[in-house]
């Protein structure tokens, strides 16, 4: 069974700095997803990226970024320029490519404070 | 990207009692998900809802206590049944992105406490 594993149940950051979440995850499959999702205080799901694990390029949006190492199953995301609307819960997901089977496997989360 | 209705955003209701909490998608979507999660917790998934079909429940929820329609494919609810303290939770819908390898949306969730 798949497992998602994230170590730092909360961090801090200064805004305008940078910061990196860590996120690792135990699978026997080769084909795959991870998602990184941020939950604020509103309580929504809001998706902030996604990395196929076929693909060897680190995902990118605008200040977000992974660094996706497939062979030490290790999915991290590193923000920059935080902001203070960067503070919130951020969850990693795991999901199998596999046809008619799109569950995700969620990690405990990280919450993370900005710091004015 | 869908646009996901869930309904209450929160109630607070006496123990032993059901609540049903409805989620509306504004475009007809496969799957649709229902998931709960408990305070300064993850999401757990409690099933998912095929339309035309019986809800597939994960290990530890069952149908008796989490009862799921889905009749049509836009619109799915959850009940929760014979409340206790411990079903105090957020509950969320999601749908699939549509064609598998695109991310689940989330509904706004429903913040649920039980007396």
């Known amino acids: 069974a798949q497992t998602v594993t994230q170590s730092q149940p909360e961090m801090s950051v200064q805004e305008a700095e940078t910061v990196t979440l860590s996120c690792t995850y135990d699978?026997?499959?080769?084909?795959?997803?991870l998602f990184w999702y941020k939950q604020p205080p509103s309580r929504q799901m809001i998706l902030v990226i996604r990395?196929?694990?076929?693909?060897?390029q680190n995902a990118t949006e605008n200040r977000f970024s992974v660094n996706f190492q497939k062979a030490a199953k290790s999915f991290s995301l590193k923000i920059s320029d935080s902001q203070l609307g960067d503070t919130a819960m951020y969850f990693c997901?795991?999901?199998?490519?596999?046809?008619?089977?799109?569950?995700?496997?969620f990690g405990t989360g990280t919450r993370l404070k900005v710091l004015a | 990207s869908a646009v996901i209705s869930q309904k209450p955003s929160r109630d607070i209701c006496q123990r032993g009692t059901s609540l049903t909490i409805q989620c509306q998608v504004d475009?007809?979507?496969?799957?649709m998900f229902w998931y709960r999660q408990q305070p300064g917790q993850s999401l757990t998934l409690i099933a998912t809802?095929?339309?035309?079909?019986?809800?597939?429940?994960e290990s530890g929820f069952v149908i008796d206590k989490f009862p799921i329609s889905r009749p049509n494919l836009t619109f799915s609810t959850l009940t929760v049944s014979n409340m206790s303290p411990e079903d105090s939770s957020i509950y969320l819908c999601?749908?699939?992105?549509?064609?598998?390898?695109?991310?689940?949306?989330f509904g706004d969730g429903t913040r649920l406490s039980i007396l």
């Open positions: 990395q196929e694990a076929y693909k060897q």
């Open positions: 999601s749908v699939d992105g549509g064609s598998g390898n695109q991310p689940q949306h």
């Open positions: 809802a095929n339309q035309g079909s019986e809800a597939t429940y």
């Open positions: 699978t026997s499959e080769n084909n795959y997803y």
């Open positions: 475009s007809q979507v496969t799957m």
């Open positions: 997901a795991f999901m199998k490519h596999s046809t008619g089977t799109y569950k995700y496997i």
